[in-house]
């Protein structure tokens, strides 16, 4: 049902030119009064069926944009029963297809709009539904939102829905322009707000992130998800206690938010609390927040706090589960190296490389169990591959220290005098 409210705090004709068909046409004013409009121009005396089409097909998308949609496929079903085939209304109808999962049904649609007529509207349906069901097509889904765009280069969607699918690739510098565009149009974009902060956060710029949010905090005070991305920000300032403040906020505003669980107990984490890390993490175990990333912080959280048995038997149960990634078998390879299970260590080592050669830590682990099997100059040439790939603070000391365990005292020394006299060379 539309709310009384806006619509009734003044009369919807104001002036002696208008009538309540020109003012739902117009589509320019509050959408509870526009589609309050639309409703009372059905009802004039000697309304033409072409005008009946243009008015049914505009509540249609009043409803659509808020949120009212069985009441809009009503509105769109009457109007397409005055005129079945036509460019809007294949264009609305693929809308909320997209809205209502069909997501086949949605490309389906917005394909009859375009044979009718180029729309930009219709472009970014396309090529969301086309993105959505398959990034494997993300090239094709840019294409359709360039056509969007040079149809309207003003249109916001098109360029938040560019952002979105360039940052859903990687493509972090281009998902920026995108968003500074969109900005630059609006620059209360609350939807661009958002997800630019999110890119800035994969860009490692908390700083720069947490400006965004607090500006679409503005907007949308009780947003769970903003309080939570807040968090993370904070977090990797290492201000832990107030990244725990927004990411308790995120909580109370949607416990069943997994991530700001999550980023809660990573800020107890960086406090040292990890007892605490642990039972904020626990109370997850068994239910429906129980998933793959928070299986795995729980598990890091118990091995952070020593509690390597445990933290064994989370992990397994991550990495038997069809979903394991890479850094899934590198905590595993970490905990039984703490438990003396080399064997076992090896293994999860070689499992986690096999899925992404670039994990730094696993490649490290690598090289301490090649010293440990006595294969000296593969741990010396694992070491150094796991420092390009990521200059780790404390392995180091703690390799160096391997190598004098295992009797090689030499190579301890040539490490150390090597790196010191590299060090020197850049100072020079």
């Known amino acids: 049902m539309l709310s009384a409210g806006p619509a009734a705090a003044t009369p919807l004709i104001t002036g002696s030119e208008e009538n309540h068909a020109r003012l739902c046409l117009d589509y320019n004013d509050t959408l509870e009064r526009i589609a309050a409009n639309c409703q009372a121009a059905l009802d004039m005396p000697g309304i033409s069926e072409a005008t009946q089409f243009d008015v049914l097909l505009t509540l249609a998308w009043a409803q659509y944009e808020m949120d009212e949609m069985s009441a809009a ?3 769109l079903e009457l109007a397409r029963s005055i005129r079945p085939e036509t460019a809007g209304g294949y264009n609305l109808d693929g809308w909320l297809r997209e809205a209502e999962g069909d997501l086949a049904g949605a490309e389906d649609s917005f394909r009859k709009a375009l044979a009718l007529s180029p729309d930009e509207e219709a472009y970014a349906g396309l090529a969301t539904v086309i993105f959505t069901q398959d990034m494997g097509r993300a090239e094709d889904a840019m294409r359709y939102l360039d056509l969007a765009l040079l149809l309207a280069p003003d249109y916001g969607y098109a360029l938040r829905e560019k952002g979105w699918q360039l940052f859903q690739t990687d493509d972090y510098e281009g998902a920026l322009l995108a968003y500074d565009r969109a900005l630059g149009l609006d620059p209360d974009d609350l939807n661009a707000l958002y997800v630019k902060a999110r890119v800035l956060l994969s860009l490692n710029q908390p700083f720069e992130a947490i400006q965004l949010i607090s500006r679409a905090l503005e907007q949308a005070p009780e ?3 903003l309080y939570m991305y807040r968090a993370m920000a904070f977090r990797m300032q290492d201000f832990n206690m107030v990244a725990l403040a927004s990411a308790e906020k995120a909580i109370s505003l949607n416990p069943e938010l997994t991530d700001a669980h999550v ?8 406090l040292y609390r990890y007892g605490d890390a642990v039972a904020a993490l626990q109370a997850l175990m068994g239910t429906e927040m129980d998933n793959g990333y928070s299986r795995y912080w729980y598990a890091l959280a118990l091995a952070d706090d020593e509690q390597y048995e445990a933290a064994r038997e989370a992990i397994e149960v991550l990495t038997a589960s069809e979903g394991a990634v890479g850094a899934d078998f590198e905590l595993k390879a970490f ?14 080592v070689e499992r986690a490389l096999s899925l992404n050669p670039e994990l730094s830590h696993a490649t490290y682990y690598k090289a301490v169990l090649a ?3 006595h294969e000296v100059q593969a741990g010396m040439a694992a070491y150094r591959a796991a420092m390009e790939l990521e200059q780790i603070g404390w392995a180091k000391k703690d390799f160096i220290r391997e190598l004098i365990a295992a009797g090689y005292e030499a190579e301890a020394l040539a490490l150390g005098q090597g790196e ?3 060090r020197e060379d850049a100072a020079q």
Not at 263 to 270: D, I, N, P, S
Not at 335 to 340: I, Q, T, Y
């Open 335 to 348: 905990v039984a190296m703490a438990l003396d299970r080399d064997d076992v260590a090896q293994e999860a």
């Open 263 to 270: 980023e809660k107990a990573r800020a107890l984490m960086g």
């Open 223 to 225: 947003s769970a998800f």
């Open 371 to 373: 010293v440990r099997a």
């Open 73 to 75: 496929r009503d509105a």
């Open 420 to 422: 010191s006299a590299a």
